[in-house]
C-alpha cells in the first residue's frame, strides 16, 4: 500500500492486525471511459507494507480473481478497524482428491496461516502437497477451495452468526 495508508492508520490509532477493505469500481483500464461498474464484491486482507506508489495496491493473483478483476484495475480501498473473530469457516474443495490428502487438518492449519482473513464465497489457493516439514519429497501442487461461508466468534454483536467477512489472525 502507498505510505498515506500508514498516515491513516497512525492518526487513527488503529490497533493490528491492520485490515484492508478492497472493492473494485472499474473492471479494466480500457473501460475507464465507458464508467463501467461491477458488482460491489468486497475482500478484505492485511496490511503486509507501505512501499507501493502512489495510487497502487498491489494484491495477490487470487483477490484479483475473487474480485473479477484485471491487473491494472480501479478499486477503492479503506483501512477497517476490525473484523469478527472467526469461529468456524466451511470450505468447500475443487479437487475430489483433497480428501485423499494424508494428515489433512495439518496441512489445512499451516496454510490457512498464510491468510489473516476470510471472506465468505471467495475461493482461495492452497499449496497443500508441498508443506514444509511434512513431506519433502513431494513437489508443489495446488489445491483450490471455496470458502462458503464464516462465523463470527462467541463474543461481539455477530456472535455464532453467519457473516460476510473474519479475522482469523490472532
Same mark, same amino acid.
Given at each position: 500500500l502507498p505510505n498515506c495508508f500508514l498516515q491513516q492508520i497512525t492518526q487513527g490509532n488503529i490497533e493490528p492486525p491492520w485490515l484492508l477493505e478492497i472493492t473494485? %469500481?472499474?473492471t479494466s483500464v480500457e473501460e475507464t471511459n465507458q464508467r463501467c461498474a461491477v458488482p460491489h464484491r468486497r475482500l478484505y486482507?492485511?496490511? /503486509?507494507?507501505?512501499?507501493?506508489p502512489?495510487?497502487?495496491v498491489f494484491v495477490p493473483r487470487w483477490m484479483l480473481n475473487a474480485m473479477n %478483476?484485471?491487473?491494472?484495475?480501479i478499486v477503492q480501498c479503506r483501512v477497517v478497524p476490525s /473484523?469478527?473473530?472467526?469461529?468456524?469457516? %466451511?470450505?468447500r474443495p475443487n479437487s475430489k482428491s483433497f480428501?485423499? /490428502?494424508?494428515?489433512?487438518? /495439518?496441512?489445512?492449519?499451516?496454510?490457512?496461516?498464510?491468510?489473516s482473513t476470510l471472506t465468505a464465497n471467495?475461493?482461495?489457493r492452497l499449496d497443500l502437497e508441498a508443506t514444509e516439514n511434512i513431506d519433502r519429497d513431494r513437489k508443489a501442487a495446488f489445491v483450490e477451495i471455496d470458502v462458503v461461508? %464464516?462465523?463470527a466468534a462467541s463474543s461481539g454483536p455477530e456472535s455464532g452468526e453467519s457473516v460476510e467477512a473474519v479475522c482469523i489472525q490472532d
Open positions: 473494485p %469500481v472499474i486482507g492485511s496490511i /503486509l507494507d507501505f512501499r507501493a502512489d495510487n497502487f %478483476v484485471k491487473p491494472w484495475s /473484523l469478527p473473530q472467526g469461529s468456524r469457516i %466451511v470450505l480428501s485423499d /490428502l494424508p494428515r489433512l487438518k /495439518l496441512r489445512l492449519e499451516k496454510e490457512l496461516r498464510h491468510y471467495t475461493t482461495i461461508e %464464516v462465523f
